[in-house]
């Protein structure tokens, strides 16, 4: 019974509340690239106190996920990342954009991500990358993610995935 309910309470915030697709190149993500190299910059300089200053709770991602991200080691593994690969291009940042309108309030959501390629290496197949989540009410955008990715990491993955469909 109880599940019910739910289910129908999760239909009508559904019909109430329409998502969609925004251009993924406008000013606004051109200056939010911009704000995104200078976190990057900041990040690989372990200035991590002034990353986590940038932090806004909207619901997206908590402070302590947030926070769990910005250390001294991500802060090394980013500053060798750009050392040897350099700050991508902007064809090697990845974005998607969303604008939310629900009970008549609209906003709008982007996540940015800034793929470390090495040379000749094809986009899909690039491990080394920091996302970035920035969020909008009333035109003012907020920084309410961050995600970073490492090769390593996948490279482990990979390697119990293969060793779980070996047994």
Same mark, same amino acid.
């Given at each position: ?7 129908? /309470?999760?239909? +009508?915030?559904?019909? =109430? ?6 251009? *993924?190149?406008?000013?606004t993500v051109d ?19 002034? @990353?986590?200053? =940038?932090?806004?709770?909207?619901? /997206? ?10 250390? &001294? ?19 090697? !940042?990845?974005?998607?954009?969303? &604008? !939310?309108?629900? =009970? ?7 996540? !940015?991500?800034?793929?470390? %390629?090495?040379?000749?290496? *094809?986009? /899909? ?8 989540? /920035?969020?909008?009410?009333?035109? +003012?955008? %907020?920084?309410?993610?961050?995600? @970073? ?5 996948? !490279?482990?993955?990979?390697?119990? =995935?293969?060793?779980?469909? &070996?047994?």
């Amino acid at each position: 019974m109880v599940k019910t309910y739910f289910l129908f /309470f999760v239909g +009508i915030a559904l019909c =109430l509340t329409s998502f969609s697709q925004e251009s *993924p190149r406008n000013t606004t993500v051109d200056s939010l690239i911009e704000v995104g190299f200078g976190i990057v910059e900041n990040f690989k300089n372990n200035k991590l106190s002034a @990353v986590k200053s =940038l932090y806004t709770d909207s619901g /997206f991602q908590t402070k302590k996920e947030f926070n769990s991200f910005i250390n &001294k080691d991500n802060s090394l593994w980013l500053s060798k990342v750009v050392d040897s690969l350099g700050l991508p291009q902007k064809s090697e !940042i990845d974005v998607s954009g969303w &604008k !939310i309108n629900s =009970l008549g309030s609209e906003a709008y959501s982007y996540n !940015i991500s800034y793929y470390f %390629k090495k040379n000749n290496e *094809p986009f /899909f197949n690039t491990n080394d990358h920091i996302s970035f989540n /920035f969020s909008s009410k009333d035109g +003012i955008y %907020k920084l309410d993610g961050l995600m @970073v990715f490492k090769e390593n990491d996948y !490279i482990l993955v990979k390697n119990v =995935l293969e060793k779980l469909a &070996k047994n």
